[in-house]
């Protein structure tokens, strides 16, 4: 709220209305002071002279009689009475509206404003309080027309002494019998119809709309002077402009049969209600009428709301001409109240006129006053993006008892039984398991499938093809391919995280690279020495789900999450570099090229090497290919004798027409008759552009810019999008850019394996035995490299709603790897990235939000569908081969950069690295930097930071990366020694707190009274489950 100042400012006083206050007190019931007293600091303005049974009646969650009833959102439109020049019946014409926030028609009349979050005057809150006090209050009210409401309220208003019989009548007649006009038929009356310039609204330096129209006379012989209505509201339409139900003269008046808005209908949620404003001022009314009306049952009123919503509030405020400004402000309060949750609760609930006096206190008591110096009223504030739910009154008393609830961690703590981490991942998500395929019935689910299909399979043959150069072909795209199509189907089936995506990591690349240089050095044959390191690493990892090993994850904190992730998120991004520059390997870049810089030798040289063409022919077809020449036989034979040739061609016969004396091509250039030193350049055109396609379309949809619905779909598929336009671009330009390779056979890459591994070869019995140590570092790295991506994948900001599996997903993994090690393909895990960007692009937001409220995150769609179908995709990929073969590297490295890129949003790890080099006054307001001193902050920054750099040196260097899976692993050492740093409550705000070392007896649940329920037992452990089957049995017995 915000109080204005100023020299032309009118200050809201019961004098602009009536004269003098003392003259309307008279006439009236003399006003409580309660809106003057003193706020008590438990969260109330309670009023010295009221009595405690008010006070405990206003205590509406203690008072069953005033929690009666259930409240809807409500939709508020103020509407004021506007008189037409040279017209007899005046108008309601709508002038602001509230779903959430506040939206107002422009001084043009013919625009709504952008919402905004309503500054309201405190004085004008306390003259509603007033308002209410003295006015008309009908709570519970029973009426089935509007007829009904404007009779009863005549008689109230003489009943009680508000107002003279002939006032009332003039009331009742410009509320029966005015119509309501809304502002979309107003704009759609103002692009058929012309304007008068005789009276036309305007702003004026102070922020109140002043009109330059004389005045006019009107009906009952009264004169009235038209007021803008207040300072924030504009008016609603140039007087002059006609309406369905005042034609201005000379004009016809169009038919407007569409009498709500469809469009702005969507806006609204479905079992909203309406609440009707009507202010207004005229001169045949001298004292003010003021008056609020629920009904005790919502009715449907046609033309009376903008949208066609049943009508539950009533508010009716009139008074003289010289009050307008102040009866408009009145108004917009009233309807920031209303669209307001807290009181809106209290209206549907009071019973008393009282109540609704100290549902206005205690929205004052949550209010924020800014000062009139320093504040400018005009400004229209932005709606919020976050919204606290801590009140301030709830910040001066007792803070609220939250409830505390089992968290993730809780959920797969050791059961002290054989597999029974296990049996409860399975218990937990079979319910859901019909559910993970009706879920995907949705377009998003589309999307998703077509950037986890197109990211997977690039991945895979990339990484496949990276392998068999690393590991000499022993495996390479095609087992990838088939690993990935085993794994994924039977990880999309049996997982119990499926939104989590398989693939052949980084670290396991490394890992692989290590082993086979390892046994090449002691003379072992690769593939089956691999073959025992997978079974010992399948042993060790179910010897981990057997005894519930699983639960160790809860020691992964955000401290390692962010480590590894931002990890992995820079391995993509780098590798997509260095893909991208060993094109200029094959297409090299030729610096300053020109063909009189080179000597003979070297142009020789540089086109037989390159692009090399001639036409080889017999005496015969080289004789008749002279005749044919004439005259030019002996310019060309002496063109053609020439060792210099800048075409890079020597022929006797030209190439264009050597088919035509039936002579052979021969050379490297023949297909490519030119040289062609765009093909890098261009390739990093394309790679560049598919990310900023995909980018872009992806912040698409935080801009303005289009429907919201447009912008979703484009987000949705903004990575098929961005593929499908660049792959178009490289087909129509037609460089010979390097092309995704698809095998088109299903065969091992080295013809001399089969597709089922020897267990020995040559290897000498023993090696079975050697390959446990190998097995338990593979074990570290995969137990990691799945805990920590599925940590992230189950974290609390996606709002799953069916459980982890850390167990269930763990035992298929180890499964996989044996059936890996047997058939000799890559062994899959949780791939980081790939499933963040999975999980993200299978958001929930809410379809339609109030004006200005962005959309809000409802959760991620759990389901089955699309990995399962990318993964069978990937399996039949070779089918596809000839169209996914036009599909070029650089596109897929492109896409290799966005996932890399967008895995590192959000990252908090990633923020306070760019707070490094902003000057305190600049940082942004991060929840952390209030609680812990930047200084620290930088520490924690920096000790994060220089354990990332040590795991990047390790992986980076061959003769140490072995022991990679054991830096990861420190990683959650090094956590529990931060400990002896920073204080708790600084590792709280910027970390996760480790769990105990040794848990309570009394396990963490909620706060209650009550027993736990079947689900809470089954994951205590007997000691803990004893005790409290104990301490239920006593209890009874008391």
């Given at each position: 709220?915000?109080?204005?100042?100023?020299?032309?400012?009118?200050?809201?006083?019961?004098?602009?209305?009536?004269?003098?206050?003392?003259?309307?007190?008279?006439?009236?019931?003399?006003?409580?002071?309660?809106?003057?007293?003193?706020?008590?600091?438990?969260?109330s303005?309670?009023?010295?002279?009221?009595?405690?049974?008010?006070?405990?009646?206003?205590?509406?969650?203690?008072?069953?009689?005033?929690?009666?009833?259930?409240?809807?959102?409500?939709?508020?439109?103020?509407?004021?009475?506007?008189?037409?020049?040279?017209?007899?019946?005046?108008?309601?014409?709508?002038?602001?509206?509230?779903?959430?926030?506040?939206?107002?028609?422009?001084?043009?009349?013919?625009r709504?404003?952008k919402?905004h979050?309503?500054?309201?005057s405190?004085?004008?809150?306390?003259?509603?309080?007033?308002?209410l006090?003295?006015?008309?209050?009908?709570l519970?009210?029973?009426?089935?027309?509007?007829?009904?409401?404007?009779?009863?309220l005549?008689?109230?208003?003489?009943?009680?002494?508000?107002?003279?019989w002939?006032?009332?009548?003039?009331?009742?007649?410009?509320?029966?019998?005015?119509?309501h006009?809304?502002?979309?038929?107003v704009?759609?009356?103002?692009?058929?119809?012309?304007?008068?310039?005789?009276?036309?609204?305007?702003?004026?330096?102070?922020?109140?709309l002043?009109?330059?129209?004389?005045?006019?006379?009107?009906?009952?012989?009264?004169?009235?002077?038209e007021?803008?209505?207040?300072?924030?509201?504009?008016?609603?339409?140039?007087?002059?402009?006609?309406?369905?139900?005042?034609?201005?003269?000379g004009?016809?008046?169009?038919?407007?049969?569409?009498?709500?808005?469809?469009?702005?209908?969507?806006?609204?949620?479905?079992?909203?209600?309406?609440?009707?404003?009507l202010?207004?001022?005229?001169?045949?009314?001298?004292?003010?009428?003021?008056?609020?009306?629920?009904l005790?049952?919502?009715?449907?009123?046609?033309?009376?709301?903008?949208?066609n919503?049943?009508?539950?509030?009533i508010?009716?405020?009139?008074?003289?001409?010289?009050?307008?400004?102040?009866?408009?402000?009145?108004?917009?309060?009233m309807?920031?109240?209303?669209?307001?949750?807290?009181?809106?609760?209290?209206?549907?609930?009071?019973?008393?006129?009282?109540?609704?006096?100290?549902?206005?206190d205690?929205?004052?008591?949550?209010?924020?006053?800014?000062?009139?110096?320093?504040?400018?009223?005009?400004?229209?504030?932005?709606?919020?993006?976050?919204?606290?739910?801590?009140?301030?009154?709830?910040?001066?008393?007792?803070?609220?008892?939250?409830?505390?609830?089992?968290?993730?961690?809780?959920?797969?703590?050791?059961?002290?039984?054989?597999?029974?981490?296990?049996?409860?991942?399975?218990k937990?998500?079979a319910?859901?398991?019909?559910?993970?395929?009706k879920?995907?019935?949705?377009?998003q689910?589309?999307?998703?499938?077509?950037?986890?299909?197109?990211?997977?399979?690039s991945?895979?043959?990339?990484?496949?093809?990276?392998?068999?150069?690393?590991?000499?072909?022993?495996m390479a795209?095609?087992?990838?391919?088939?690993?990935?199509?085993?794994?994924?189907?039977?990880?999309?089936?049996?997982?119990?995280?499926?939104?989590?995506?398989?693939?052949?990591?980084?670290?396991?690349?490394v890992?692989?690279?290590i082993?086979?240089?390892?046994?090449?050095d002691?003379?072992?044959?690769?593939?089956?020495?691999r073959?025992?390191?997978?079974?010992?690493?399948?042993?060790?990892?179910?010897?981990?789900v057997?005894?519930?090993?699983?639960?160790?994850?809860?020691?992964?904190?955000?401290?390692?999450?962010?480590?590894?992730a931002?990890?992995?998120?820079?391995?993509?991004?780098?590798?997509?570099?260095?893909?991208?520059?060993?094109?200029?390997?094959?297409q090299?870049?030729?610096?300053?090229?020109?063909?009189?810089?080179?000597?003979?030798?070297?142009?020789?040289?540089?086109?037989?090497?390159?692009?090399?063409?001639?036409?080889?022919?017999?005496?015969?077809?080289?004789?008749?290919?002279?005749?044919?020449?004439?005259?030019?036989?002996?310019?060309?034979?002496?063109?053609?004798?020439?060792?210099?040739?800048?075409?890079?061609?020597?022929?006797?016969?030209?190439?264009?027409?050597?088919?035509k004396?039936?002579?052979?091509?021969i050379?490297k250039?023949?297909?490519?008759?030119?040289?062609?030193?765009?093909?890098?350049?261009?390739?990093?055109?394309?790679f560049?552009?598919?990310?900023a396609?995909?980018?872009?379309?992806?912040?698409?949809?935080?801009?303005?810019?289009?429907?919201?619905?447009?912008?979703?779909v484009?987000?949705?598929?903004?990575?098929?999008?961005?593929?499908?336009i660049?792959?178009?671009?490289?087909?129509?330009?037609?460089?010979?850019?390097?092309k995704?390779?698809i095998?088109?056979?299903?065969?091992?890459?080295?013809?001399?394996?089969?597709?089922?591994?020897?267990?020995?070869?040559?290897?000498?019995?023993?090696?079975?035995?050697?390959?446990?140590?190998?097995?338990?570092?593979?074990?570290?790295?995969?137990?990691?490299?799945?805990?920590?991506?599925?940590?992230?994948?189950?974290?609390?900001?996606?709002?799953?709603?069916?459980?982890?599996?850390?167990?269930?997903?763990l035992?298929?993994?180890?499964?996989?790897?044996?059936?890996?090690?047997?058939?000799?393909?890559?062994?899959?895990?949780?791939?980081?990235?790939?499933?963040?960007?999975?999980?993200?692009?299978?958001?929930?937001?809410?379809?339609e939000?109030?004006?200005?409220?962005?959309?809000?995150?409802?959760?991620?769609?759990?389901?089955?569908?699309?990995?399962?179908?990318?993964?069978?995709?990937?399996?039949?990929?070779?089918?596809?081969?000839?169209?996914?073969?036009?599909?070029?590297?650089?596109?897929?490295?492109?896409?290799?950069?966005?996932?890399?890129?967008?895995?590192?949003?959000?990252v908090?790890?990633?923020?306070?690295?760019?707070?490094?080099?902003?000057?305190?006054?600049?940082?942004?307001?991060?929840?952390?930097?209030?609680?812990?001193?930047?200084?620290?902050?930088?520490?924690?920054?920096f000790?994060?930071?220089?354990?990332?750099?040590?795991?990047?040196?390790?992986?980076?260097?061959?003769?140490?990366?072995?022991?990679?899976?054991?830096?990861?692993?420190?990683l959650?050492?090094v956590?529990k020694?931060?400990d002896?740093?920073?204080?708790?409550?600084?590792?709280?705000?910027?970390?996760?707190?480790l769990?105990e070392?040794?848990?309570?007896?009394?396990?963490?649940?909620?706060?209650?009274?009550?027993?736990?329920?079947?689900?809470?037992?089954?994951?205590?452990?007997?000691?803990?489950?004893?005790?409290?089957?104990?301490?239920?049995?006593n209890?009874?017995?008391?």
């Amino acid at each position: 709220m915000s109080e204005s100042d100023g020299p032309k400012q009118q200050r809201f006083t019961l004098d602009s209305l009536n004269g003098s206050s003392k003259d309307l007190n008279e006439s009236r019931k003399d006003l409580k002071p309660s809106h003057l007293s003193v706020p008590s600091f438990n969260g109330s303005m309670g009023s010295p002279d009221s009595n405690a049974e008010e006070d405990s009646v206003f205590n509406y969650n203690q008072e069953n009689e005033f929690t009666e009833g259930v409240s809807c959102p409500l939709f508020c439109e103020l509407q004021k009475l506007y008189f037409e020049e040279n017209s007899v019946t005046p108008e309601w014409r709508e002038m602001a509206r509230w779903v959430k926030y506040e939206e107002i028609v422009e001084s043009n009349g013919i625009r709504w404003s952008k919402p905004h979050v309503a500054s309201l005057s405190y004085r004008a809150l306390q003259e509603l309080k007033t308002y209410l006090d003295n006015g008309v209050v009908k709570l519970g009210f029973n009426a089935g027309t509007i007829d009904d409401i404007w009779e009863a309220l005549k008689e109230d208003l003489v009943g009680e002494d508000i107002c003279t019989w002939e006032e009332a009548e003039v009331a009742n007649d410009f509320l029966d019998h005015s119509p309501h006009v809304h502002q979309h038929q107003v704009i759609k009356s103002s692009k058929t119809l012309s304007r008068s310039p005789t009276s036309v609204s305007f702003e004026g330096e102070n922020g109140v709309l002043e009109e330059a129209t004389p005045q006019t006379p009107r009906r009952l012989g009264k004169t009235r002077k038209e007021h803008a209505s207040f300072p924030h509201l504009s008016h609603g339409a140039s007087p002059s402009t006609p309406t369905p139900s005042s034609p201005a003269l000379g004009h016809k008046t169009p038919t407007v049969t569409k009498t709500t808005s469809k469009r702005f209908a969507r806006k609204i949620p479905k079992n909203a209600e309406g609440a009707t404003l009507l202010v207004g001022s005229d001169d045949s009314i001298q004292r003010p009428i003021a008056a609020f009306i629920r009904l005790e049952n919502s009715i449907h009123l046609p033309g009376f709301c903008e949208v066609n919503v049943p009508i539950r509030f009533i508010f009716v405020l009139l008074g003289p001409s010289s009050g307008a400004p102040v009866i408009g402000e009145i108004g917009r309060c009233m309807g920031a109240l209303l669209a307001s949750k807290e009181f809106g609760d209290i209206a549907y609930c009071s019973k008393l006129k009282s109540h609704l006096i100290k549902g206005v206190d205690k929205f004052l008591d949550d209010a924020t006053v800014l000062p009139p110096s320093g504040w400018d009223h005009t400004i229209r504030i932005d709606p919020p993006a976050q919204i606290s739910n801590v009140t301030w009154s709830a910040s001066l008393g007792e803070a609220p008892v939250e409830e505390k609830y089992e968290d993730d961690h809780d959920m797969i703590r050791r059961t002290g039984r054989l597999f029974g981490g296990l049996v409860q991942d399975i218990k937990r998500k079979a319910p859901f398991y019909l559910s993970d395929f009706k879920d995907a019935i949705h377009i998003q689910t589309v999307a998703a499938l077509v950037f986890a299909y197109f990211a997977s399979l690039s991945t895979t043959v990339t990484f496949g093809g990276v392998m068999g150069s690393a590991i000499n072909d022993n495996m390479a795209s095609i087992e990838s391919l088939v690993s990935a199509a085993i794994c994924g189907v039977m990880y999309a089936l049996l997982a119990g995280q499926p939104l989590t995506i398989l693939g052949a990591t980084g670290p396991i690349l490394v890992f692989e690279t290590i082993l086979y240089y390892f046994s090449v050095d002691n003379g072992w044959e690769f593939m089956s020495f691999r073959f025992w390191v997978g079974m010992w690493t399948a042993l060790i990892l179910m010897i981990v789900v057997m005894f519930d090993l699983s639960a160790l994850v809860s020691y992964i904190t955000r401290f390692t999450e962010e480590s590894f992730a931002v990890l992995i998120g820079l391995i993509f991004i780098v590798e997509a570099f260095k893909n991208v520059a060993k094109i200029a390997e094959k297409q090299p870049v030729h610096a300053h090229w020109h063909v009189k810089h080179m000597t003979e030798d070297q142009v020789d040289k540089f086109f037989e090497f390159e692009y090399s063409c001639k036409c080889e022919s017999s005496n015969a077809a080289a004789d008749i290919y002279m005749k044919s020449l004439g005259d030019n036989a002996t310019t060309i034979a002496n063109m053609t004798s020439s060792n210099y040739n800048t075409t890079g061609v020597s022929y006797d016969i030209p190439v264009a027409e050597c088919e035509k004396y039936n002579a052979t091509l021969i050379g490297k250039g023949c297909h490519v008759p030119h040289y062609v030193p765009d093909v890098f350049f261009f390739s990093v055109i394309l790679f560049v552009s598919v990310f900023a396609i995909a980018w872009g379309l992806k912040m698409l949809r935080t801009t303005r810019f289009f429907p919201t619905m447009v912008r979703q779909v484009l987000n949705d598929f903004a990575v098929p999008i961005s593929i499908a336009i660049v792959t178009g671009i490289d087909i129509a330009v037609d460089l010979d850019t390097p092309k995704l390779l698809i095998p088109s056979e299903f065969r091992p890459t080295k013809l001399d394996r089969g597709w089922i591994i020897p267990p020995f070869g040559s290897n000498p019995w023993w090696t079975c035995l050697a390959a446990a140590l190998p097995a338990l570092l593979l074990a570290i790295l995969i137990y990691m490299d799945q805990m920590i991506t599925a940590v992230i994948v189950n974290n609390k900001k996606y709002k799953l709603k069916k459980g982890p599996g850390y167990h269930l997903d763990l035992f298929l993994i180890s499964i996989q790897v044996a059936i890996c090690s047997t058939i000799g393909t890559p062994f899959f895990v949780a791939a980081t990235v790939r499933s963040i960007n999975h999980i993200q692009s299978l958001g929930k937001e809410s379809a339609e939000a109030a004006p200005g409220e962005k959309p809000k995150f409802l959760g991620t769609r759990e389901q089955r569908v699309t990995h399962l179908v990318a993964f069978i995709l990937i399996g039949v990929s070779t089918l596809m081969a000839p169209v996914l073969q036009k599909i070029p590297m650089p596109v897929l490295y492109g896409v290799f950069l966005y996932m890399g890129v967008g895995s590192l949003k959000g990252v908090q790890l990633m923020d306070r690295l760019l707070l490094l080099l902003m000057p305190p006054k600049y940082q942004p307001d991060y929840p952390y930097l209030r609680q812990v001193p930047t200084r620290r902050v930088h520490l924690f920054t920096f000790i994060q930071l220089l354990f990332l750099v040590i795991m990047w040196v390790v992986k980076s260097i061959k003769k140490i990366s072995i022991v990679f899976p054991l830096m990861v692993l420190a990683l959650c050492f090094v956590r529990k020694l931060l400990d002896f740093v920073f204080t708790q409550n600084e590792l709280r705000a910027l970390d996760d707190i480790l769990p105990e070392i040794r848990r309570k007896d009394t396990p963490k649940r909620l706060l209650s009274e009550e027993p736990p329920d079947e689900k809470e037992m089954m994951l205590l452990d007997k000691k803990s489950k004893k005790k409290l089957e104990d301490e239920n049995e006593n209890s009874k017995i008391a």
